[in-house]
């Protein structure tokens, strides 16, 4: 059962309050979309596509302890869980 935003109590992760905060943060799981342009020198398009998927780095958690303070979040992990190139076009330079 999902709780509401004026239910008060534990999400089940004992999480500690962080910076002097009453109250601990709750946990979310945010699902994030997004699109990059790779561009690949490779033999072939289906080459291209996978050297692209698989040599590509993971995304990172760029805030540092201010933002934690001023926003009042942590993030706790990131986890990759879709990786397809989406689309590839031959590229023709004049």
């Known amino acids: ?14 999480r500690v309050p962080l910076n002097g905060e009453s109250k601990p943060l709750q946990t979310f799981d945010v699902y994030l979309t997004r699109t990059y ?5 490779a ?5 291209a596509r996978r050297s692209a ?11 540092n302890e ?6 009042k979040f942590q993030i706790s992990e990131i986890e ?4 397809d190139a989406l689309e590839a076009e031959e590229v023709f330079e004049e």
């Open 1 to 14: 059962m999902r709780r509401t935003s004026d239910e008060s109590g534990s999400n089940g992760n004992n």
């Open 37 to 41: 342009r790779v561009r690949v020198d």
């Open 80 to 83: 990759m869980i879709f990786n």
């Open 66 to 71: 201010r933002d934690h303070t001023e926003y």
């Open 43 to 47: 033999e072939d398009e289906r080459s």
């Open 53 to 63: 998927e698989f040599f590509t780095g993971h995304i990172t958690d760029d805030s």
